[in-house]
């Protein structure tokens, strides 16, 4: 059952579930919310606190589900209302939580609404939209989906007019000016919530309002709708929370939590958690080089949140590794790095998958993990992270690293019994042959074992989700050091990212007579004196606890 604690998220692990692949129970080649229920006992057994759902509504799936026809049902290649609820009941049963997709910003133009709105300038529903007699509007804003879309407006022959969409020209956005979307968006939420779930992950909230003369981004009407939205949960669903899709500038995102800057006891009254967007890039570049300068300075310029709020940090997500939160000289250098074929770039990131970026070396996976789980904030693992999937760059869009999970070695990798929607991944380095779950799990020494092993670690330390964050300053920049520490209780996490042994010098004057131990290994360091200094191997990481005095 679920324990009844309002900060649960602060110290959870979470984990993100592509529906469409992660287990077809009916055998159509698609999974399905059934085939997820059967797989909660494994998710159990990772150590999952919380799952993430991709959308799961009603969609002709041009964004993925992303491009929602009907808010209030399931898609029926997913199941049903009820199999929903199911899930639900089953994952609360075995101590989980589910979070779902809000998707605000956008419907599907397969949506009612929409295929009212365009019929005519005055039909009910119009307003419903943003529509404008000429393209030359809000020229502030950027394209996102630069690949595809020349232009944030599209002519709709039927009336001569252009409307307004931030991602695919299938996808406009909704006009939260009109007071009658604000509302409908508000049931919806309400409607999904009386199911029972424990929240949303709310989908690309930077854009929800548009105004003349600026980005179109992080206005201040957007963060007031979306205080609206956070004080019905807070009123109706105590307990529950709203994670923020805003890839932002980490100071351009502190809004988002709300509160007040001054007073971070202040409750943050707008989302509970928000991506970390862009330490994640840096973390590969600085795997890369063996330099951790950058993750240092964004970690610097990352402003502090209210106490009852968090971070949510990931390596990899559904969607491509982005590089808009980069500088332009950065991308370059990541695409050349990390994507040497034009195929593995899209948009502006990197459509490919945790283990192969890390060139499927475990010491990099590992050291990589070592991080995400020990920095501030709750991690977010992908689904196949966890036993180190390869992606298919040459499958559309995002598909390439949405493939189906591979969960044993028989053909259809016991994802299905059918033909899968996707091809499921079958090379010689990441083929469902040799990487699946029933090998991993019969592996001691698999990823997957290694993964249970940090989450159930991180888990026996609440230090990593609650304690506030020191970065040290050593001169060896392949080393990345930082104390985590609350009134009970201090740690200090030290990672090689280079390919070389190194050696570091740390000033600790404070922990003078400590004896670190490493909480991974169990393994008990030299007593600490003013300066410590450590040796690592390529890759190295440790995670010391700096309680013990003899
Ligand atoms: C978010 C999703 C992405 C989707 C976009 C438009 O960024 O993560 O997959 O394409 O929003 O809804």
Known sequence: ????????????????????????????????????????????????????????????LNDDGYDIA?????????????????????????????VADLVLNHTSDQHA????????????????????????????????????EPSNWTLDEATGEYYWHRFYASQPDLNYDNPEVADKMIDILKYWMDMGIDGFRADAVPYL????????????????????????????????????????????????????????TAPGDEFHMAFHFPVMPRIYKAL?????????????????????????????????????MVTEEDRQLMWKLYAPEDRMRLNLGIRRRLAPLLDNDRRKIEVANAILFSLPGAPIVYYGDEIGMGDNIWLFDRNGV???????????????????????????TYGYQKINVAAQQADPESLFHTMKHFIATRKAHPILGWGRCDFLRVENKAVLAYLRRTGEGQMLIVCNLSDQPQEVTLSLPEFRG?????????????????????SLGAYQYYWFDLSGTT
């Open 113 to 148: 609404w929409f295929v009212e709105s365009r019929k005519s300038k005055d039909n009910p529903y119009r307003d419903y939209y943003v529509w404008s007699d000429t393209d030359q509007k809000y020229t502030d804003a950027r394209i996102i989906f630069v690949d595809t």
């Open 402 to 428: 949405r493939t189906p999970m591979q969960w044993t070695a028989e053909p259809g990798t016991g994802f299905s019994s059918a033909e899968p929607w996707a091809p499921v991944i079958d090379d010689d």
């Open 1 to 60: 059952m679920l324990k009844n604690n309002p900060l649960w998220y602060k110290n959870a692990i979470f984990y993100e579930v592509h529906l469409r692949s992660f287990c077809d129970s009916n055998g159509d080649g698609k999974g399905d919310l059934p085939g997820l229920t059967t797989k909660l006992d494994y998710l159990k057994e990772l150590g999952v606190d919380c799952i993430w759902l991709l959308p799961m509504f009603p969609s002709p």
């Open 209 to 264: 309002f548009e105004r003349e003369g600026t980005n179109c981004e992080n206005l201040p009407e957007t963060h007031a709708y979306l205080k609206r939205v956070r004080r019905v949960l807070d009123q109706d669903y105590p307990g529950t929370i709203l994670l923020g899709e805003a890839n932002q500038w980490p100071w351009d995102l502190r809004p988002y939590f709300g509160g007040d800057e001054a007073d971070l």
């Open 288 to 324: 890369k080089l063996g330099d951790t300068t950058d993750i240092l300075d964004i970690m610097d310029r990352t402003p502090s949140i209210p106490d009852n709020c968090q971070w949510c940090v990931f390596l990899r997500n559904h969607d491509e590794v982005t590089l808009e």
């Open 514 to 534: 400590v004896t670190p131990q490493d909480v991974l290994t169990g393994q008990a360091h030299n007593i600490i004196s003013d300066e410590y200094t450590l």
């Open 70 to 98: 009907d808010y209030d049902n399931i898609h029926p290649d997913y199941g049903t209302v009820e199999d929903f609820k199911t899930l639900v009941a089953e994952a609360h049963a075995r101590g989980m939580r589910i």
